[in-house]
């Protein structure tokens, strides 16, 4: 995936992406190999997502990253209590569809 997350995230920032949010929404985030974005692209979500929303969690699926991406994202998690994470020990290449089975 490398910085096409990044990319995705800022972009639809940067347009004006609105989201219509109801309290209580979760945002699934799908990661794998991700140790060089996943800082800013938490960082740019939770920014945007306190800004629109007073009630609402962030929850990063490791889909068994073979870097540093769980160790970083559970030294972000200190930073963003609204951060929450499910890990799987090895890639499943399922974790597309278990976002959108999270998001029903």
């Given at each position: 995936m490398g910085n096409r997350?990044?990319?995705?995230?800022?972009?639809?920032?940067?347009q004006g992406f609105t989201l219509n949010l109801?309290?209580?929404?979760?945002?699934?985030?799908?990661?794998?190999n991700?140790?060089?974005?996943?800082?800013?692209?938490?960082?740019?979500?939770v920014s945007y997502m306190?800004?629109?929303?007073?009630?609402?969690?962030?929850?990063?699926?490791?889909?068994?990253?073979r870097d540093a991406t769980l160790e970083r994202l559970?030294?972000?998690k200190e930073s963003y209590p609204e951060l929450r994470i499910i890990t799987y020990k090895e890639n499943t290449e399922k974790i597309t569809y278990a976002g959108l089975f999270w998001s029903i």
């Open positions: 997350i990044k990319d995705i995230v800022h972009y639809e920032i940067r109801q309290e209580g929404t979760s945002v699934i985030l799908p990661v794998y991700e140790e060089a974005n996943i800082q800013e692209v938490i960082s740019a979500l306190r800004a629109h929303s007073e009630d609402f969690e962030i929850i990063a699926v490791d889909d068994g990253s559970g030294g972000i």
